[in-house]
Structure formats: C-alpha cells, structure tokens
C-alpha cells in the first residue's frame, strides 16, 4: 500500500511539473505575441496618418498650381 502511494504520488507530481512547463511556455508566448500586436497597432496608427496626409485635400486647402 505504501508503495502505491508513492507511486501515485510520484506521477501527480511528474504531472504538475509538466503542467507547469506548458503554462511557462504558453505565457513566453503570449507576452510575445502582445509585444507584436502592439507594435502592429503602432504600425497601424502611424500608416493612419501618413494616409490622411497624403489624402486628397478639399479644393478650398489645396494650393494652387504655379502657373495661376
């Protein structure tokens, strides 16, 4: 009986320490992928504005061409 024991013992903790190893890698990953999304949302946000500035003004703000 206590050799059961420890036998069941020895498996639940060879358990726990794998389970352990995967929430470890999982949250290496997703601290990567968060540091890759924000950097895509600062992409996104930066090629945003350029857009807007090379958008097509109305006529009124629009300079005229020189030979007006």
Do not use: F, W
Not at 14 to 41: C, F, H, M, P, R
């Amino acid at each position: 009986m206590d050799n059961e024991l420890e036998e069941r013992l020895i498996k639940i903790e060879t358990a726990l320490t794998q389970s352990e190893k995967y929430i470890d890698d999982l949250n290496e990953i997703v601290i990567e992928q968060g540091k890759k999304i924000d950097y895509l949302i600062k992409q996104h946000k930066y090629l945003l504005a350029k857009l807007e500035e090379e958008a097509v003004k109305p006529l009124s703000e629009e300079t005229p061409p020189p030979h007006y």
